[in-house]
């Protein structure tokens, strides 16, 4: 590491080049302090070390080349993190897959991964009993937890493994994580995160020394601090969010999920000193009774992104929790946040409380016309397009929109619509793709759409986001039925929901005689969602 004097706002080992070897480096450096903490199960980095080494070596012995896809379906662990820094070591790429899903969803996504080995908790391990014979490369399924549904348990294969730690002779451009987001089409996508896309901001900031300023020290990871894992893993938020924590060499504290009690119990607890929430959970711990400043004492930072956030819901954590606040705003396909907005700017009144903040140093934002790809100046509003370094290597197996999404030069076309101010401040006002973000949750109307269509009474359907006090978003559905067919709202969404994840299901369905649409025939949503929308002033929420 750089010596005090070089001291950069931002963590950098020059000795971690691909995510394996952070445990073997801390493991070395740090070996007996806490690397995790999930439900009593306290490791060590040297523990880690051993275990990642002992993933890599099973996944070897199972026959897992370099560049082949794993995957886990369940909830949070730091078992889970074992995987992904053993599977890492291997060269072998990991792909989780969100345990709310619907069981034709978890098939599709497992096999379009073309995972070789599945490794499921206890709460997925039923739903995988369901599908097991219709997993198409699968050729062995391990559960976490011992007994589960009779096959052999994650400890006891990891724990027959040789601790030796082989040179598997991975590459930081190979592929690490593969996630997977919603797509326009209604078929999820496979992002593609490269060893290096995940501390590519820190070896910039090593190649640029002055180029992080002391508003970015809400990045300065140390040794200390303690980071607190409550975002879902299948999200970048949740695996990201747990890498740069290991990156780093901090203590991390995991929830098998959110839950409000349980976040501020672990930071009450642990002191934690970092975490990241999104808005939608940053209220349910906000409405919790009794809290006081005090209970956040050894909060520095509170992160928060994935959807835009109230101003007066931001207003009163500040009030409330006492701590500083960061704003983030990325993507699953630029590997998480490319812009921040610095704690000074969270101050009562300040109109900058209504951006995204600024580049991350390293990364680039500018303002395009979607119909002719001409940049467009200050204040006014185009697809906001990124060029990052943590950009991802590429949708897997998807050529087309792979292109369609990285555009010439590297810039990452990102879907939302905003505008950039004089000062190079990113303002998000609505969303060229049709995507709804709900607690947090991207979905897709092309989604929700898909499955509601096969509905023996529905003619046409079109799916909105519309404003929700709660969720920022709630999913609507506006359904046009078939000529003497029942508008039978609970049957449409119970046939619905055993076709995608109970959070994509329409929270209401308003019934209408026919779909408004344009000349040729398209739809207008826009027409549809403006009377949910009307007196705001930007149209995301």
Known sequence: MLDAADKLPIAFFPEIRTLGDAPRFHGRTRGPQPAFFFEGRATTYAEFDRHTAQV???LAAEGVMRGARI???GKNSDRYFELVFGAARRGAVLAPVNWRLAEPEVLYITNDAEAELLFVDEYCAPLVARIADKLS???KIIVMEAGASGRESYAAWRDRQSDADEDFAVSPDDVAVQLYTSGTTGLPKGVQLAHRNFFAFNAYAAAHPGAFGPDMDWNDWGPDDVSLIALPVFHISGTGWGIVGVYSGAFNVVLREFDNAAVVDAIRTFKVSKT????STMQMVLDMPGLNPGDFASMTDFLYGASAIPVDLLQRAVT???CGFIQLYGMTETCGAVTFLPRDDHTP????LRS???????????IMDPESDRILGPGIVGEICIKSPTTMIGYWKQEAETKRCIQAGGWVRSGDAGMLDNDGYLFISDRVKDMIVTGGENVYPAEVENAMYGHPDIAEVAVIGVPDAKWGEAVKAVVAVKPGHAADAAAILEFTRTRIAGYKLPKSIDFVEALPRNGTGKVLKRD??????AGRDRQVN
Do not use: D, F, Q, S
């Not at 995204?356 to 500018?366: D, L, S, T, V």
């Not at 549809?528 to 929308?533: C, D, G, H, Q, S």
């Open 56 to 58: 890599a070596n099973g």
């Open 71 to 73: 995957a886990y379906l």
């Open 137 to 139: 490369h699968v050729r």
């Open 276 to 279: 990241v929430l999104v808005p």
């Open 320 to 322: 409330t929790l006492g």
């Open 349 to 352: 009144g300040n109109p900058r």
């Open 356 to 366: 995204a903040g600024k580049p991350i140093p390293g990364a680039e934002i500018r």
């Open 528 to 533: 549809l969602r403006a009377p949910y929308w």
